[in-house]
Nanobody, 115 residues
Framework: QVQLVESGGGLVQAGGSLRLSCAAS????????MGWYRQAPGKQRELVAR??????NYADSVKGRFTISRDNAKNTVYLQMNSLKPEDTAVYYC??????????WGQGTQVTVSS
């Protein structure tokens, strides 16, 4: 199994920046993909960004503003969020997919962007 610990959420004004971190432990050799999802009140959970090896993909709503990166030495994935908007307000979840097909979710971290 893989365990995840997230950090870095908080309250920021529109236009500001935050960086989320997600540290993985456990069966990290089996990790295939790492990503970030978010869920706003009353909405479904949606993919924000994902990284598989060195390939990244982003939701259209965050392209050009968010950057996902991975530090393999630290088994950590980051989400740098710039030019934040009130509509980015949500609980952000780290997700890890393994080569066996399992998915592990982080505990979630609240991001609130005030206007």
């Amino acid at each position: 199994q893989v365990q995840l610990v997230e950090s870095g959420g908080g309250l920021v004004q529109a236009g500001g920046s935050l960086r989320l971190s997600c540290a993985a432990s456990g069966r990290i050799f089996s990790i295939r993909a790492m990503g970030w999802y978010r869920q706003a009140p009353g909405k479904q959970r949606e993919l924000v960004a994902r990284i598989i090896s060195s390939t990244t993909n982003y939701a259209d709503s965050v392209k050009g503003r968010f950057t996902i990166s991975r530090d393999n030495a630290k088994n950590t994935v980051y989400l740098q969020m710039n030019s934040l908007k009130p509509e980015d307000t949500a609980v952000y979840y780290c997700n890890v997919a393994t080569t066996s097909g399992s998915n592990t979710w982080g505990q979630g971290t609240q991001v609130t962007v005030s206007s």
